[in-house]
């Protein structure tokens, strides 16, 4: 056995090369600090990427790791997972590579259960290509490609991956080391697809966006953090729960209304109560912060080998020549 890994071990040797004062350098750190506790070789980590901001991670880190396209690190990770299930693979990615032309890959991984991490960076803007507004913008958002306000209502990220079938939903935010190191880790000991929403700001093109939530004097009555059998509570000395009164979410104080306030369950297999967590949003409820959910589910890597072992028990390992050459075949001379 070698020394133990550190944060170092997992640095690179490129210059990162992102704007002063991004929220990337804090996700960037986080990981880098979380590895060395999961006791996992650097040659079994892999990194892949799409297009944005967030997406050139895998280069500064000391791992393995791929930039691929626009929206399709979700596809990549999933082959190189049925390949390689020894690996502990991370997705990382954008709200708009995600969330936009990265749509259609990101929930049928979800979808599948395929065992990588997903993590989704979240500053509400196409930072890259200089400011436009994302599937996550809130509605009359002024960006240059909405200069009258834009007219879409906002993906939910935590809703889109819950409605995919993810075993595993949580959100953090860039200004927390140890939230963001905690999550990360959960994420890591789940088998399957662990999806997290990290609210993380950028300061050029939409510096303060998540101010109103996750802001230093304002997180404690504007966010909710989550935590396993634990009452929902917020705000100075916990004053204030969230309960659910005729299908609907209602603040109360708890002193008076202690019996009402909502205990948290994230190992819930129907997924109405966290979505209706997902769908919380400042100024009229406190965003959740934490794990929403975290089920058991069939890895699909697990069922795809099962399904193999099946096929070569009653058929036989058959050959590739075999294959090759059997049905129609012809000659071109």
């Not at 399709?72 to 049925?82: I, K």
């Not at 299908?247 to 966290?274: G, M, S």
């Amino acid at each position: 056995m070698g020394a133990p890994l550190t944060k170092q071990d997992f640095m690179s040797n490129q210059e990162v090369r992102w704007c002063p004062g991004c929220g990337d350098y804090a996700v960037l750190a986080a990981i880098q600090k979380t590895l060395p506790d999961l006791g996992i070789s650097r040659e079994k980590i892999v990194f892949i990427s799409g297009i944005g901001c967030s997406s050139r991670f895998p280069y500064y880190m000391n791992t393995f790791g791929f930039h691929t396209i626009h929206g399709r690190a979700p596809a990549l990770a999933t082959g190189l997972a049925l390949a390689r299930p020894d690996l502990s693979i991370w997705v990382i990615t954008g709200d708009g590579d995600a969330l936009s032309i990265g749509g259609n890959h990101l929930i049928h991984a979800m979808r599948r259960n395929v065992n990588i991490n997903i993590l989704l960076f979240n500053n509400e803007t196409y930072g890259l290509t200089k400011g436009q507004y994302s599937p996550t913008s809130h509605r009359d958002t002024i960006s240059k490609s909405t200069p009258y306000g834009s007219l879409d209502e906002p993906f939910s990220a935590i809703n889109v991956a819950l409605g995919a079938g993810a075993s595993f939903v949580a959100r953090t935010y860039d200004r927390d080391q140890k939230h963001m190191g905690e999550i990360f880790k959960r994420a890591t000991q789940h088998r399957g697809t662990s999806f997290v929403e990290i609210y993380q700001n950028c300061v050029i093109f939409n510096d303060g966006v998540h101010e109103e939530t996750v802001g230093k004097n304002v997180r404690e009555t504007n966010a909710l953090f989550l935590k396993a059998g634990e009452p929902l509570t917020f705000g100075k000395d916990h004053s204030k729960g969230l309960c659910i009164s005729h299908y609907q979410p209602e603040i109360k104080d708890v002193n008076a209304d202690d019996a009402d306030i909502c205990v948290h369950r994230e190992d819930l297999e129907h997924p109405a109560y966290a979505s209706l967590l997902g769908s919380l949003r400042n100024p009229e409820y406190p965003e959740p912060m934490g794990v929403f959910r975290a089920i058991d589910r069939a890895v699909y890597e697990d069922e795809v080998q099962k399904q193999m072992d099946q096929v070569i028990a009653s058929k036989g390992s058959g050959s590739i020549q075999e294959l090759l050459h059997h049905g129609e075949t012809w000659e071109i001379r």
